[in-house]
């Protein structure tokens, strides 16, 4: 794809996912969402194969199908009161359709069969953008509409997404399959506090963008797309295994990494709410999460595979590429634990 028309789609998304977050008119979050849909297209179809194709053939009709039910749900409130602006008080009827709608666009279960597939079918790049920026004008206009979503329909998606995260991931080697997978147990965190604090939704997301970001440029990096490139990596750069290592523990949200901190603080939130079984079953439902991540920390940094390469120390003398972003996206993802306190004032 030649820079010109790269930066002019690129601009497209960007535009299109800015005017959802600035939008207080319901056809302009709509326009929006549209904009973004049609622009994102040809950057997963920046290798033209079948299988890129076929990835694309699929968002487009999910995305579609998601922005038809969005419309209605729109057009539902219009009737029901005379305006276009978002307000406070959705129609019931209006406000199922739209959460509905925007669970299609986000990938939360039992809506989700459309993310693992088309995270596989494009590049990493691809990837990467569809598993964080997509997620951001969804996520803003539920955050929007929070105080008026029915948690009957919200919270069984919410736990679900969890749920099927943690077990599709099981048996998996592709390393954008177990990526999507990941991203789908993530939405169900952030859809389960969106009822009770918005803001931690907010905060969940950032840490969530923060950690996919290095993970899928450590892998980028290191050119891993299964399990088995990337239990080679030890004989290119033990550094980036070491790194790997600690960030799929972070993933995992285990303490004291920076991925315990949204699951600490959506557990306690739900807690205060007096709900029990809610934040027992998504603490339990995670652990399947943390297997894979185990085993794919396990694969990389606990055992050295065979290999035609003599040269086991052949790391000592390549020169290895700049990694600017990395080294302050690493602490980000892994560190953060300490501020904990401070990020407690969204309580």
């Known amino acids: 794809m030649k820079p010109p028309i790269f930066i002019t789609i690129m601009s497209t998304v960007i535009l299109g996912t800015m005017i959802v977050l600035t939008s207080s ?6 326009i ?3 904009m973004n849909m049609l622009a994102i297209i040809p950057i997963f179809m920046k290798k033209s194969n079948p299988r890129a194709t076929e990835a694309s053939t699929k968002y487009l009709l999910t995305q579609a199908t998601a922005s038809m039910l969005l419309m209605m749900g729109i057009i539902i409130n219009l009737l029901h009161s005379g305006q276009w602006m978002m307000p406070k008080d959705l129609n019931p009827m209006a406000s199922a359709m739209i959460t509905v709608a925007l669970a299609m666009k986000l990938g939360l279960a039992p809506f989700h069969f459309w993310v693992p597939e088309v995270t596989q079918g494009i590049p990493m790049s691809s990837g990467l953008i569809l598993l964080t920026w997509q997620k951001i004008a969804p996520l803003s ?5 929070s105080p008026t979503i029915n948690p009957n329909l919200l919270l069984p998606m919410a736990i679900t997404s969890v749920l099927v995260g943690g077990w599709g991931g099981l048996n998996q080697t592709q390393l954008r399959k177990i990526l999507a997978y990941s991203s789908i147990a993530h939405m169900g965190w952030m859809a389960a506090i969106t009822l009770y604090n918005p803001t931690m939704m907010l905060l969940n997301l950032i840490i969530y963008i923060i950690m996919t970001l290095t993970t899928f440029m450590l892998f980028m990096y290191n050119s891993a797309t299964t399990t088995l490139s990337l239990s080679q990596t030890w004989n290119k750069s033990p550094l980036i295994t070491s790194l790997i290592l600690t960030l ?3 993933l995992g949200g285990l303490p004291p990494l920076s991925g315990f901190i949204p699951k600490w603080m959506i557990i306690q939130e739900l807690t205060k709410n007096e709900m029990i079984i809610m934040p027992t079953l998504l603490a339990i439902t995670a652990l399947l999460n943390l297997y894979f991540y185990m085993r794919l920390t396990y694969t990389t940094a606990l055992t050295m595979f065979p290999s035609m390469n003599n040269m086991k120390m052949k790391w000592q003398f390549d020169n290895t590429k700049k990694m600017t972003l ?6 980000i993802s892994t560190m953060m634990i300490p501020l904990t306190p401070l990020l407690s004032i969204l309580d």
């Open 25 to 30: 008119h319901w056809l302009m979050t709509w």
């Open 248 to 250: 799929m523990l972070s």
């Open 326 to 331: 990395l080294p302050p996206l690493i602490i």
């Open 32 to 34: 929006g969402f549209e």
């Open 141 to 145: 206009v539920l955050y929007q509409i």
